[in-house]
């Protein structure tokens, strides 16, 4: 049958040319999403570089600020007391060192017996932190490690919100060594100051920048500095983790977000489309070559069947997949067609080839394949489990189709008929090779021809109705 593209060759530009501009829309999108993406990774890593500047930050804000407890903790360890003059001596010069402090507290026993400074933070005078069993859990870790535990941000008793650490202090010992549990100094500090320098990063790095609090198992809550939307956006996180457990958790995007970040100008894009188009027509046509070429390597040219190639290889494939008994080899060949080609010429015999590989195609369902081996000499290889009977039916099919008269033209028709010689394989549990599995089909299909042909033998013989 001829193909309309043949048929009408003044089409073929128009159809190629269509081709080709599909090719170049695919090129060109793929070209530039690798592009974008690229930009994206860039914007990525500037994003890490941003948050590693945020972290080294509050690193060093909070280092500053935690070294106001420990000194004064350290002065109270070394002489077991300290008055309420020289507590505010120190915690005021201390507090004006660091504007990010809101106030700092002395609670002997858990009970908070000085603040400073007193203004604004009355409410947190006599404070039991026994009774206030969210702030009571981190003084009992922070005596339990003897380490600081830093919470926050929290919700203050004097009001508003802050970052607070605690730091346990124990009584040295004649030795040396802490002896006794004295009571804890505490540091509140003021989240805004703390970050008051995420916004002029974020400016530098072209970055919108956010950080929420996030405990071990994954917990969240709402942002508490920066922006809460970029938690939304796909950002980029960093995780930073807090003295005495918990971390915060660091988000960053790009100004105007992900969409915004593209590496590729309009008119590169534009240039880009032109190349593209160059190359979706050389690809198209180098794939349409190989596609032709590989065709024609594995089909065989007059009837659109697989070859003998390919036999060999589908053969081979199948007996590494086989149960036993479970597949067959059919090979077919073809009656009377000789005198076919000496009475009507060569074009009426590969009329009826054509003809035979069509019917044969009819068959070709699952894994059961269809094959011509050359000449008049074809095969089915039949996969999967069947029933013999299944498997007669099937090979009668077959033979009865091929019988059926080809029309040469009006006042003429041709028919041959088939000899079928069947292996059923595997044979038991024994491996065996692809050869020895023609060769038994060859050899049913050799006593057919000896019996006058049009007919099947199978190898081994087995009962039809079973």
Known sequence: MRSPLHGDRKHLPVLVG??????????VTVLLYYADAKARLEAAGSARTALGEVRDEIDRRLETAL???ETLAAVIAAEEHIDTATFNAIASRLVRANPSIRNVALAPGGVITAIHPVRGNEASLGLRYADVPAQDAAVQQAIRTRRTVISGPITLVQGGTGLVSRTPVFLRGAGGGDTRYWGIVSLVVNVDELFVDIARIADRNAMTIAVRRSDPVGTRVEAFAG??????SAPVTMYY???GG????LAAVPRGGWAAVQSVPLLARGLLHILALLLGWATYRMLATHDRDLMLADRDGLTGLLNRKSFDQYLQAALLQARPGGCALVLIDLDQFKPINDIYGHRAGDLLLQHVGERLQQFERGRDTA???GGDEFALLLQGERAMSDLFRVVERATELIRQPVVLDQRRSISVGASVGVAVFPLGTESERAS?????????????KAQGGSRVQV????DPAK
Request: glycine share 4%; aromatic share 14%; charged share 25%.
């Open 67 to 69: 070294a106001v407890p």
């Open 18 to 27: 269509g081709l080709a501009w599909l090719v170049l829309a695919v090129l």
């Open 436 to 448: 020895e599995v023609f060769d038994r089909a060859d050899r049913a299909l050799y006593r057919c």
């Open 241 to 243: 983790p807090l003295p």
């Open 371 to 373: 094959f011509r081996l």
């Open 246 to 249: 918990g971390r915060w958790e």
């Open 459 to 462: 190898e081994p013989h087995v």
């Open 227 to 232: 922006d809460a939307s970029v938690f939304a």
